[in-house]
C-alpha cells in the first residue's frame, strides 16, 4: 500500500506541475515518468513496473472494456478477447506515464489513471476509438467524457471493434443492457 501512495503522490506532484501534459502539451516532457506494463489483465486493467516484486495495479479511467474471462460476478462479454488482445498490441513494450484524476484509488486500490504513450496518445482514448472500450465516466473523474464519446462515436460510425458486425447483432445488445444504456435504438 506504501509504494501505492508513493507512486500517486509522484503521480500527482508530475501531474500538477506540468499543466497535466494533456493533449500534446509539455512543459518538460523529459521531466515525465514511464513505467513498463508487467502484466494485462484485460482490456481496462493491468499492472505497472515500478520497480516492486508485484508492481502497480492501474484501471484505466473513463472506459471500461468488455471482460475476456469469467471471474468473480462477472462473466465473459463478448469482444472480452478482442480487447484485451488488442491493449496488448496497443501498449506493447512501450512504456506509458500515468495522469491521476480527482479520485486517485478504487475501493479495490487500484490507481486510477490516463495513460500514455510518449507521443501525447492516450491509450483509453485509442482503446474506445478502436471499437474495444465504452465510455463509462463515474464522477469525480470525468475530465475527459467529451474526448472518450468523440472516439466512441468515431467507432461506431466506421463500425470498429464493438460496434463491427463480427459477432452476433445482440452481442452489443447485450453489452449494453449489462452497463445500463441502450445506444443501439
Do not use: H
Not at 496518445?121 to 474506445?128: D, P
Request: glycine share 8%; hydrophobic share 30%; charged share 30%.
Amino acid at each position: 500500500m506504501r509504494r501505492i501512495l508513493v507512486l500517486v503522490l509522484f503521480i500527482s506532484t508530475i501531474s500538477c506541475n506540468q499543466n497535466n501534459g494533456l493533449e500534446g502539451t509539455y512543459d518538460n516532457p523529459s521531466s515525465y515518468q514511464y513505467y513498463s506494463v508487467k502484466k494485462f489483465v484485460d482490456g481496462d486493467t493491468y499492472w505497472l513496473d515500478d520497480g516492486s516484486k508485484k508492481g502497480v495495479k492501474v484501471r484505466l479511467i473513463g472506459i471500461n472494456a468488455p471482460e475476456p474471462r469469467n471471474y468473480f460476478k462477472m462473466k465473459e462479454e463478448p469482444f472480452g478477447k478482442e480487447a484485451s488482445a488488442y491493449i496488448k498490441t496497443l501498449i506493447g513494450n512501450r512504456k506509458v506515464r500515468m495522469q491521476t484524476d480527482v479520485q486517485q484509488l478504487d475501493q479495490y486500490g487500484r490507481l486510477l489513471a490516463y495513460c500514455y504513450f510518449k507521443d501525447g496518445r492516450m491509450v483509453n482514448e485509442e482503446m474506445a476509438k478502436a471499437g474495444y472500450a465504452m465510455v463509462a465516466t463515474y464522477p469525480p473523474n470525468v475530465k475527459y467524457e467529451d474526448v472518450f464519446y468523440k472516439a466512441q462515436v468515431y467507432a461506431r460510425e466506421n463500425r470498429r471493434g464493438l460496434w463491427s458486425n463480427d459477432k452476433d447483432s445482440n452481442s452489443m445488445k447485450d453489452i449494453l443492457f449489462l452497463n445500463g444504456k441502450d445506444e443501439t435504438n
